[in-house]
């Protein structure tokens, strides 16, 4: 069934809290428009959330939705995706959410391959409860739980989903809209996870985090837009050019190497050892930062693994029939008299035929 | 008439036990089984703490326990007698395998002479056999080799066994047929044990003396042998046909209660959905997400496994949303003991989370009850939109019992229809509750013109958005909780076993799986002449309507439980009634003696009774 949807019909009557020049407004409205842009019935979309500022999302959402608890989105979903593979299961979550107290449900999602967008907002900071350190702030931010610098060391969310072997593994900018949108389209599509992080802007507790992403000067020398099928250059003018070198991807003049030797981009890749050295060249947004789909592969959703195992069991065995079931391990029959009469399943004896002669 | 199993945990004691049990039940004897594992699996051969045992008590009568002291003890080794002498009846039978009692096994056993040779036997019927080499030469042209020869001594055990209690012999020829069906050598082999340990007790003549248990009058009807954890598996399939909805279970391996994932995962041609999450919040976190996709939701674990829930369940609670939570109690505090039962988690799940969230709780009093139970968990999940915890323990989850078997057709419908239309003028509210019940609707995805937001914030009443407002905060935990309360008028009032047309001088309320040590010691006390009374109770949260009322009409109340005093503390704090307690924490069910024995004491032997009256 289509239907022809507007934005609006994706607006919930709740405000939005979120503080003015948020990038969560910027992402609500590259997913509203997006969804409205498919046709497909609202109601054949949930969202599910943990706890954190993006975590409000599906609050705004016209479409069924869970907020639940910090960290466990992804296994809240799971149990939707696995049960009714005919919806549209999104996760939102943040960098403390997914990285930090929900990390174990985040890796596992991704292995198993359920068919979830999970749309990673990283801010790099705490927001909600007021601006601590999270797992990808920089080493030594200094935050208010961390006055002296933080000495953590931040994960790389891309390297991280890679190492899970998550099937579709992208990166977008929250103030791109048309890079999002583009990145959304090709998440939707896939079957399996997909796992997007998004540079989101928490101008209250990390402004310009992404400056050098974002910034009009900066993101022309920094933005490394990953295309399929393309050799790897960026610079206002391609003067960069990126190379694999003992394994590792590096960053060179373009004019200084054999225009072979430029890596050309290719998602679809099985292994995923190039993209995780793509993902390995940066460390946060702090210089040149590549962007776009790092990998997308196919593998079998695990709800259809499971449709599948459902689907022959009943093939071979037939629909289940509890009255069968529940005498499946053997029955016998007690007459009026009390006694043992006659034995049903397993080829147990009657009664007398006990062999004690 | 009580047998226990024991050997080393590779010894086979339980596939033996098991077997043994098998045979009885389709003789027709009533029975009852106790497993006891060792607490580490790979606890050293030889020593004490690497013994397992089964016990089964077979009877011509309705029997309730797995029995107090074995009449008969299976010794395959000096560390299974060491562990299990103490327990025997004086003048019971001894059958030990005496090829085990070598100095190395003794040693390991702590023993500085050989119990077989210093006399301090001599109180009891010694059967000695020597079944290692009677079990290799037994098998020795089935084909097996090496250290498999030796493992078909169990069945050698069991064989003797057979004779000894005039078992029926095809059940166990049959299930080794079966069960090996891959491996024939090792079929041949073990039938070929079994065969000449019943042939051992044939011909020799230290065994000469036969015992007799006749089958037992039970109500007419069809029976299978069934332990815990399979009857609410088969339970839960069976409340999810009853509820017209696909079963999904999202659960973490955890003991005792794996065997329930086990048993669900065998069924995916009922459409069952088993899900093996990858810790104990992602398994009830994909249980809310089932649920709110529109499923019969249900997640089981143990005591340490449902604490992790803890946080979970109250967001269950708080959206209302249908979820079964099955506790398979073992002994705690954490780790503790994880193959011993214990009563020990009930104010856990009364009172364990955060925030005003009372749930209801129920309890499974037997292995086959648990049947019953899981469809009725589930009934009042769906019915009033609530979590409910169910509460098992590991005596039940692996202990068995003759169970009638139930016409299916005649399941109760618990179905709830899924919300499909807009409840008001404003459109779907999501909060607005039914009058009756107080439940709210459950709609779910894919329902065009219902899509709607719930989550763990404080919602507005009716409509479900957020709030943060006092009074709908005080109103909506009150509803909550009020919903929950008026369960206590959907449930069976308590019914008491009442021994006289009066009330009489002492009522045992019990829960859970004392169940069966109640009754037979209640049964003893009132052959012994007291007038002595039973209720039992499945609804620990809310209580049953009338429990109040019949607690009243008692002087004496005894609350005996496997944990140190639960439901005594509940029973007090809601009725101001000064009930009294009788308390075990050992990780073993109680002896039948042991109620019987405070029965006495608090009523004074029934000879000083009958005086008296
Ligand atoms: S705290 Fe930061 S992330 Fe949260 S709403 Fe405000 S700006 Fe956005």
Not at chain 2, 342 to 361: A, I, K, N, T
Not at chain 2, 566 to 590: Q, T, Y
Request: contains cysteine; glycine residues 8%.
């Amino acid at each position: 069934m289509t239907v022809t949807h507007t934005r609006a019909d994706f607006q919930t009557d709740q405000e939005v809290r979120w503080c003015p020049g948020c990038g969560d407004y910027t992402i609500l409205a590259s997913v509203q428009n997006f969804l409205a842009s498919l046709n497909r019935p609202r109601e054949q979309f949930v969202f599910v959330s943990g706890i954190g500022c993006s975590s409000r999302f599906p609050y705004y959402m016209n479409t069924y939705g869970i907020h639940s608890i910090h960290g466990r989105a992804p296994a809240v979903a799971t149990g939707i995706a696995l049960t009714r593979p005919d919806l549209s299961v999104w996760v939102i979550t943040g960098d403390g959410d997914a990285l930090s107290i929900g990390g174990n449900h985040l890796i596992h999602a991704m292995r198993r391959n359920v068919n979830l967008k999970i749309l990673l907002f990283n801010n790099q900071i705490y927001g909600l409860t007021k601006g601590q350190y999270s797992p990808t702030s920089e080493p030594g931010k200094r935050t208010k739980s961390s006055p002296h610098g933080s000495i953590d060391h931040p994960f790389n969310p891309i390297s991280l989903a890679l190492g899970a072997e998550a099937t579709f593994v992208a990166r977008t900018l929250d103030m791109d809209r048309e890079h999002t949108t583009e990145i959304l389209q090709a998440a939707y599509e896939h079957e399996g996870t997909a796992f997007i992080e998004i540079y989101q802007n928490c101008n209250v507790f990390n402004d310009k985090a992404f400056i050098q992403l974002t910034g009009k000067e900066e993101r022309v020398h920094n933005r490394i837009n990953l295309e399929a099928g393309k050799p790897i250059t960026f610079g206002p003018n391609g003067e960069k050019a990126v190379v694999l070198e003992g394994g590792e991807a590096k960053i060179v003049d373009t004019a200084a190497v054999d225009p072979g030797r430029i890596l050309v981009h290719d998602p679809t890749r099985s292994d995923p050892t190039v993209a995780f050295a793509l993902s390995r060249l940066s460390h946060g947004p702090y210089g040149p930062t590549p962007l776009g789909i790092f990998r997308k592969v196919r593998r079998p959703t695990y709800e259809s693994l499971l449709d599948h195992q459902v689907a022959t069991a009943i093939a071979k065995q037939g629909p289940g029939d509890l009255a069968t079931l529940i005498r499946s391990h053997g029955t016998w029959t007690v007459d009026a008299n009390g006694h043992a009469v006659e034995a049903g399943a397993n080829g147990a004896p009657k009664a007398g035929s006990n062999g004690a002669g | 008439m009580v047998i226990r199993f024991a050997g080393d945990s590779g010894d086979g004691m339980q596939v033996a036990g098991a077997r043994f049990t098998a045979a009885s039940a389709t003789f027709g004897n009533d029975l009852a089984t106790l497993p006891s594992f060792p607490a580490e699996i790979r606890a050293p051969a030889g020593t004490l703490p690497g013994v397992s045992s089964f016990q089964v008590q077979i009877a011509d009568f309705d029997i309730l326990t797995a029995g107090d002291a074995p009449d008969c003890l299976v010794a395959m080794n000096p560390a299974a007698l060491k562990k299990n002498l103490p327990d025997l009846k004086p003048g019971g039978t001894v059958i030990v395998n005496t090829e085990a009692f070598d100095e190395r096994n003794l040693a390991k056993a702590g023993y500085e002479t050989n119990p077989l040779e210093d006399g301090s036997l001599q109180s009891y019927r010694l059967i000695q056999v020597p079944m290692e080499s009677l079990t290799k030469e037994a098998v020795k042209d089935t084909g097996v080799s090496g250290r498999d020869v030796l493992r078909s001594k169990n069945f050698f055990a069991l064989g003797l066994l057979a004779w000894l209690f005039n078992r029926p012999t095809e059940p166990t020829i049959e299930w080794c047929e079966q069960k090996f069906k891959n491996k024939p050598e090792v079929a041949a082999a073990n039938i070929a044990a079994f065969k000449a340990g019943y042939n051992f007790g044939i011909t020799t003549d230290a065994t000469r003396v036969t015992f007799e248990v006749k089958p037992a009058t039970l109500p007419p009807g069809t029976y299978t042998n069934v332990t815990g954890n399979i009857a609410l598996a088969w339970g839960l399939i069976a409340a999810a046909q009853a509820a017209d909805l696909p079963l999904f279970y999202g659960t973490y391996p955890i003991t005792p209660a794996s065997d329930i994932l086990h048993e669900l995962s065998r069924h995916r041609n009922f459409g069952v959905k088993t899900f093996q999450a990858e810790d104990e919040i992602a398994a009830i976190g994909s249980t809310i997400g089932a649920a709110f996709a529109g499923n019969l939701a249900v997640t089981g674990s143990s005591g340490p496994g449902i604490a992790l829930k803890s946080e979970a369940i109250s967001l269950a609670f708080m959206t209302e949303l249908p979820l079964v939570v099955v506790n398979v109690q073992r002994a705690g505090p954490s780790t503790g003991m994880p193959t011993k039962p214990e009563q020990s988690d009930l104010l856990f799940s009364l009172y364990g989370r955060h925030g005003e969230s009372p749930v209801p709780v129920l309890a499974i009093a037997s292995p086959s009850d648990a049947f019953d139970a899981a469809i009725e968990a589930a009934r009042i999940a769906l019915k009033y939109m609530t979590p409910v915890i169910l509460l098992s323990d590991n005596h039940i989850a692996n202990g068995s019992e003759p169970w009638r078997l139930p016409d299916v057709d005649e399941l109760p419908d618990i179905s709830v229809p899924f919300a499909t239309v807009p409840n008001s003028e404003k459109g779907f509210l999501p909060y607005l509750r039914d009058f009756e019940t107080f439940s709210r609707p459950w709609a779910i995805p894919g329902t065009p013109g219902l899509e709607h937001r719930i989550g763990g914030l404080e919602k507005e009443a009716n409509t479900g958005n957020v709030s943060y407002d006092p009074d709908n905060h005080q109103l909506m935990t009150d509803s909550r909780a009020w919903k929950v309360a008026t369960i206590a008028n959907d449930i069976p009032p308590v019914e008491v076993d009442q021994a006289g047309d009066e009330p009489g001088d002492l009522l045992i309320l019990g829960w859970g799986s004392t169940f069966g040590a109640i009754k037979a010691a209640v049964r003893r006390a009132r052959n012994a002449g007291h007038a002595v009374d039973h209720a039992h109770l499945r609804y620990l949260n809310p209580f049953p309507a009338n429990l109040g009322e019949v607690l009243r009409r008692y002087e004496r109340i005894l609350i005996p439980e496997l944990n140190s005093g639960h439901l005594l503390r509940l029973v007090r704090a809601e009725f101001l009634i000064p009930a009294i307690g009788l308390n075990k924490i050992a990780g073993e069910p109680f002896r039948i003696a042991e109620i019987e024995a405070r029965i006495d004491e608090i009523l004074g032997e029934p000879a000083q009774v009958a005086a008296r009256r």
